[in-house]
Nanobody
């Protein structure tokens, strides 16, 4: 069974940066793609960024506006999210998710497309 574990969250001032990491474990890991989602207080969980595995094709939510970068280290089964110019309204729990390798890599915004989820890491942006 695949397990995902996020790290790298914390408290940062507005305009600051954080780098989130997610590592997959549990047997031989393979995936069609991995993504980051987030859930702000009182809001629904939303898509942030996606990377297609072994291809490095990426996609981002519009609100990222070039401030976030998703990347991966396939050899280490890891995905990263570099977040710059953070804003207070981006305070949220950030989740890592992975698709089963048999799934089509598109439809990356849809949460039911992801088979595996991490527990989340808290990101707090102070004003």
């Amino acid at each position: 069974q695949v397990q995902l574990a996020e790290s790298g969250g914390g408290l940062v001032q507005a305009g600051g940066s954080l780098r989130l990491s997610c590592v997959a474990s549990g047997g031989t890991f393979s995936t069609a793609g991995m993504a980051w989602f987030r859930r702000a207080p009182g809001k629904e969980r939303e898509f942030v960024a996606f990377i297609r595995w072994n291809v490095d094709s990426t996609a981002y939510a519009d609100f990222v506006k070039g401030r976030f970068t998703i990347s991966s280290d396939n050899a280490k089964n890891m995905v990263f999210l570099q977040m710059d110019s953070l804003e207070p309204e981006e305070t949220a729990v950030y989740y890592c998710a992975a698709k089963d390798p048999r799934r089509y890599w598109r439809n990356y915004v849809s949460q039911p497309e992801y088979n595996y989820w991490g527990q989340g890491t808290q990101v707090t942006v102070s004003s």
